[in-house]
């Protein structure tokens, strides 16, 4: 089966700093990736460089078999097909959460009004923020903001989501109802490209772990087996760091899981 | 001695106020340029090409090193010599007023889309807006309250640099004023009424800008 | 398009001695406007009772009116009342009086942003209120006021170029003058133009360096 993204032999810097190198990558209709590394690795860049946000300087990047590096992309079409969740949500303050919801369907999209607010509400309802409709973000917690971002890229019918560190900038009681949205996409069956600092939700949702660090792929490899068997050195001694997540008592495991 | 100054002055209010209409038309074109011309700078200067930067740079600098009195003086002097066009004063005055006014309000509505969060432009751009919508829908409505008050201010130095257009000969309230003083010469109280004439319009825009500016303060 | 370099040369001379005309009346009012200043700026300050009122009423007069009826009033309608002027001090009394409510805006902003725990902690260890003037606020105020101050000495050396208006041998003047009577027009406005940026881009570039050093927004102006 022809994978739905396929990074081949990627290449990215700023300026003389090379970020992302040789990057080979292929992820499936349907599957979920979390993509795992210490600061500065490149992952980001990695979810950005998939959307356009930042430009590519080599190699090959194919969405659905369609070459995307190349002069003639048309990134507005791209990003209606992969949307982004962002860490800081970045919902639009001077409108209210519908008006956020209805923006891309209505204006990039051309579709009729009464059908894309009602695939809006049905999501909002989904997520149990229905009656934040009329809401403006100011008013709203950082965790409804940031389901309300994801509802605004999902309102969009793409093909794929990336979510960059979405849980990152939330007070930890809020992040758990974050987590059970993508969750909830993922058994779904939606294609996830997830980067993440939270361990056990990657564990958790993950049907594939990509491991970085300083702009390489070091390892690839099922959730179970990485964790428990982490096949370079560098993904032992980053693991390493959050064993002292690993030997909290398992009764917090089972809260988050 | 004749009527009192005051009955003299009184009877000359018409002329004065064709000359105020005239001071205040020549003010609103070049508000209404320097807008439009301001906004588009802004957008422009935002878009992050570095020749566009550089081109509405040496715009900028061209309207800061010389003064708005001079440049009255090149359009009303230099255009029918350079361009063998000859238009009436009070267009070069508009048309000075609109391009120094668009540099100030554009430096205004720059400043005020940089001081955005990058994330909104990218949050927009994910969504897949495109050019004009991005700014259209998410930019410049957000930048609108950070860009008001300085914009306002901008507009009372507009409608106070009208004022030099009576140097170029455009008859406007202080030529009115200065025509009447020649009949009556009550020249305190043609200046006086001239001096309150001003006031009267500006003030009020100082006052809103400020007004606006506490109650729009962002953290 | 010809231009005649001769006679642009011979007038190199008449556009010196402009120049410092413009640099001249630029020069005292900015002292004077100054002067001014701090003492509308310390008046506001220690709000002394009716004088503030006084200040503020000034400050408002002086920024929401053109300097031209200023100055116009200044020359024309004066005399009417028995005081004469010369155009270059009517120059210097009108731009002093609107540099002056500039300037005071400035310094009185400059003196709000000190922050409020300089204050707190000034007091904490024990300053009177004159010593805490001294000491903490004025200082502080000075340097935040700097870029501010700055470019409003720079407008106001641009607005020299109105009083060209009552006769003052500045540059503008001696422009105009020489267009009446050679009729040069597109040598002299080359002249003018050369002059105006060799004199006020560079000032422009060393305030837009000073802000960055000091890395504050601007008040007043």
């Known amino acids: 089966m022809n994978p739905l993204i396929e990074f081949q032999g990627f290449n990215k810097s700023f300026g003389q700093h090379q970020v992302l190198a040789d990057i080979d990558l292929k992820v499936q209709a349907g599957e979920v990736v979390v993509i795992l590394g210490p600061s500065g690795c490149g992952k980001s860049t990695l979810l950005r460089c998939l959307n356009g946000l930042e430009e590519a300087q080599g190699g090959s990047l194919r969405l659905d078999g369609q070459e995307l590096l190349g002069p003639d992309t048309d990134w507005r079409q791209v990003r209606q097909r992969v949307g982004m969740v962002f860490q800081s949500y970045h919902l639009f303050g001077h409108m209210s959460v519908i008006d956020n919801l209805l923006l891309g369907p209505l204006k990039v999209q051309k579709r009729e009004r009464h059908e894309a607010q009602a695939q809006a509400e049905a999501l909002l309802a989904r997520v149990g923020l229905l009656d934040k409709r009329d809401a403006f973000p100011r008013q709203l917690s950082g965790g409804q903001q940031q389901r309300i971002a994801i509802v605004r890229s999902l309102c969009m019918n793409p093909q794929v989501m990336l979510f960059d560190e979405v849980t990152a900038a939330l007070d930890p009681e809020m992040v758990k109802e974050v987590l059970q949205v993508i969750q909830g996409l993922a058994r779904e069956g939606m294609t996830l490209l997830i980067v993440t600092h939270e361990m056990a939700f990657a564990r958790a949702v993950a049907d594939r772990i990509v491991f970085m660090e300083a702009g390489r792929i070091l390892e690839q490899n099922h959730p179970e087996r990485f964790f428990t068997q982490p096949q370079t050195a560098r993904a032992q001694q980053f693991l390493e760091k959050f064993s002292f997540v690993e030997s909290l008592p398992k009764t917090l495991y089972k809260e988050l899981s | ?219 | 398009m010809s231009f005649d370099t001769a006679f642009m040369l011979s007038t190199l001379p008449a556009f010196f001695k402009a120049v410092g005309v413009t640099l001249q009346v630029g020069a005292i009012a900015i002292v004077t406007s100054l002067l001014v200043a701090l003492l509308n700026a310390t008046i506001l300050v220690l709000r002394t009772p009716y004088l503030w009122r006084l200040v503020k009423g000034y400050v408002e007069l002086a920024r929401n009116t053109p300097l031209l009826i200023q100055l116009f009033f200044v020359y024309f309608a004066l005399p009417s009342l028995g005081v004469k002027i010369s155009g270059f001090a009517a120059a210097i009394i009108t731009l002093t009086f609107m540099g002056g409510a500039y300037l005071t805006e400035v310094l009185r902003a400059g003196v709000e942003a000190v922050p409020r725990a300089q204050l707190e902690s000034g007091r904490s260890i024990g300053l009177s209120e004159g010593q805490l003037l001294r000491h903490v606020i004025l200082p502080q105020a000075g340097i935040l006021s700097l870029p501010a101050l700055f470019a409003n000495f720079v407008f106001l050396l641009k607005e020299t170029t109105v009083v060209s208006a009552v006769a003052v041998p500045e540059i503008l003047y001696t422009t105009k003058n020489y267009i009446a009577l050679y009729y040069k027009t597109y040598e002299m406005l080359a002249v003018l133009t050369l002059l105006c940026v060799l004199i006020f881009l560079p000032l422009s570039l060393l305030l837009r360096y000073l802000e960055r050093r000091l890395q504050h927004g601007q008040f007043g102006h």
Do not use: D
Request: charged fraction near 10%; proline fraction near 4%; charge should be positive.
């Open chain 2, 1 to 219: 001695m004749a009527s009192s100054g005051i009955e003299l002055l009184l009877v000359s209010l018409p002329q004065l106020a064709r000359g105020a209409g005239q001071t205040l038309a020549i003010s609103a074109l070049g508000i209404l340029f320097a807008t439009l011309g301001g906004m588009l700078y802004g957008v422009l200067a935002t878009l992050g090409s570095r020749w566009l930067n550089i081109l509405l740079q040496l715009y900028l600098e061209l309207f800061r090193a010389i003064p708005v009195l001079v440049w009255l003086y090149l359009v009303f002097f230099g255009l029918p010599i350079f361009f063998g066009l000859s238009i009436p004063s009070f267009w070069c005055a508009v048309l000075v007023l609109g391009l120094w006014g668009a540099s100030e309000v554009g430096e205004v509505v720059r400043g005020a889309l940089q001081s955005l969060p990058r994330g909104q432009r990218e949050a927009g751009l994910s969504i897949g807006l495109g050019g004009w919508q991005l700014y259209g829908y998410v930019l410049l409505p957000q930048a609108l309250k950070r860009m008001t008050p300085p914009t306002i201010n901008i507009y009372t130095r507009i409608i106070k640099t009208s004022s030099l257009a009576v140097l170029i000969g455009v008859v406007e309230v202080i030529k009115a004023g200065q025509q009447i003083i020649e009949r009556t010469y009550e020249s305190v109280m043609v200046y006086g009424a001239l001096f309150l004439f001003f006031f009267l319009v500006c003030y009020p825009l100082s006052a809103a800008s400020r007004v606006l500016e506490r109650r729009w303060a962002h953290a």
